[in-house]
C-alpha cells in the first residue's frame, strides 16, 4: 500500500503543477504525506456530497478539477460551507488533491477525455502549448467526425454520450448545417472564438457560452455552436484520468481501488420549458429536453 507522498507524485507527474495557469490553485488541498492510500475517489467539484462520498467509500483521497479555494482565504471555519468540507476531510483522514488548467493542457487532457466520450478523431490541439515539441499538449482540441452529420445530428450525439444535467445541449446556428470537422473543449470555451474561427472548423463545442459572445460568433461565420453543461463537459476526465492512476497503480503493484464519482454536482437542479410566446413570434427552443441523471 503505497503513502501518499508516492501517490501525488505520480499525479504531479501526470499534471505538473507549474504548467497550470498563474492564476490558478492546483496540488494537494489537506493529507498527511506519511499516511497509507488504498482507495481514490475522482471528481470534478470539491463539494460536501463528495467529502461524504468518500468517507462512504473509506476512501483516503479525494482528487478534483476543480479548486477547493480558486481565489484563496482566510479562514476554513466550519460555518463556511468550504470550511466545513476541509474539516470533513480533515476529520476523516482524507486527504484532496487538484489537478485544474495543468490537466486541461495535458496530453491526454480533458479535452481529449471530451472528444473520447463522443468518439472523435483528436487531430492537434486548438490552443498549443509552445513549450511542447510533440505538439501534442494545449488547450481545446480540433477533431473530425467519422462521417457527416447535421450540426442537430451532432448535439444529439453529446447530449447522450455525456451525462446527463438540467440543461442539457443547447445549439446556436443552423441546425441543418453539416458537420464534419469540430473544436472541443472542456469547460468554459467562450474565450476561444477566435481560435475557433482560425481553425475553420464546422463547429464548436463547449460550455457556459454567454449571449453575446455566442451572438457576435454566430454573426461572424456560419460556426455552429453546441453548449453543453460545465459539469458535464469535464466529467469524462475524471474516468481518464482514473484509468491514468490505475495503470500506474499496476505498475507498481500498489493494489489502489481507484473510483469515480457519478454524482451529479452541476448546480443547475431543473429546467422550465417555455410555455409561452411573444405575439406573432416563432419560438426556436427545442421540442424535447434533457432531464438530470447519472453518467452513462
Aim: hydrophobic share 40%; with cysteine; glycine share 8%.
Amino acid at each position: 500500500m503505497p503513502r501518499l507522498s508516492e501517490v501525488l507524485a505520480a499525479l504531479d507527474a501526470l499534471w505538473p503543477p507549474e504548467r497550470a495557469e498563474q492564476w490558478d490553485a492546483v496540488g494537494t488541498v489537506c493529507g498527511d504525506p506519511e499516511a497509507q492510500v488504498s482507495r481514490v475517489l475522482f471528481a470534478v467539484d470539491p463539494v460536501q456530497e463528495i467529502a461524504d462520498e468518500a468517507i462512504g467509500l473509506g476512501a483516503q483521497l479525494i482528487v478534483t478539477h476543480h479548486p477547493l479555494y480558486l481565489r484563496g482565504t482566510t479562514t476554513v471555519a466550519a460555518s463556511t460551507f468550504k470550511g466545513r468540507v476541509v474539516h470533513t476531510l480533515i476529520k476523516h483522514d482524507i486527504a484532496l488533491h487538484v489537478a485544474h488548467t495543468n490537466a486541461d493542457t495535458a496530453d491526454p487532457g480533458v479535452s481529449d477525455a471530451l472528444a473520447g466520450a463522443l468518439d472523435l478523431r483528436v487531430v492537434r490541439p486548438l490552443v498549443p502549448d509552445a513549450t511542447d515539441p510533440s505538439g501534442h499538449r494545449g488547450l481545446g482540441r480540433i477533431c473530425e467526425l467519422d462521417h457527416p452529420e447535421t450540426l442537430r445530428e451532432f448535439a444529439a450525439r453529446a447530449a447522450k454520450r455525456l451525462p446527463g444535467t438540467a440543461q442539457g445541449v443547447r445549439i446556436a446556428g443552423d441546425p441543418d448545417a453539416v458537420v464534419r470537422t469540430v473544436a472541443v473543449s472542456g469547460g468554459s470555451g467562450d474565450s476561444l472564438f477566435d481560435q475557433v474561427r482560425a481553425a475553420g472548423v464546422d463547429a464548436f463545442l463547449t460550455a457556459d457560452l454567454r449571449h453575446h459572445p455566442a451572438s457576435e460568433a454566430t454573426q461572424h461565420s456560419p460556426l455552429g455552436l453546441v453548449d453543453a453543461a460545465h459539469w458535464a463537459t469535464e466529467w469524462p476526465w475524471c474516468e481518464q484520468a482514473a484509468a491514468q492512476l490505475d495503470e500506474i497503480s499496476d505498475r507498481h503493484g500498489w493494489g489502489l481501488r481507484v473510483h469515480v464519482s457519478h454524482t451529479v454536482t452541476d448546480p443547475w437542479s431543473a429546467q422550465i420549458a417555455p410555455v409561452a410566446e411573444l405575439p406573432g413570434s416563432a419560438s426556436r427552443a427545442p421540442s424535447d429536453s434533457s432531464s438530470p441523471g447519472a453518467p452513462n
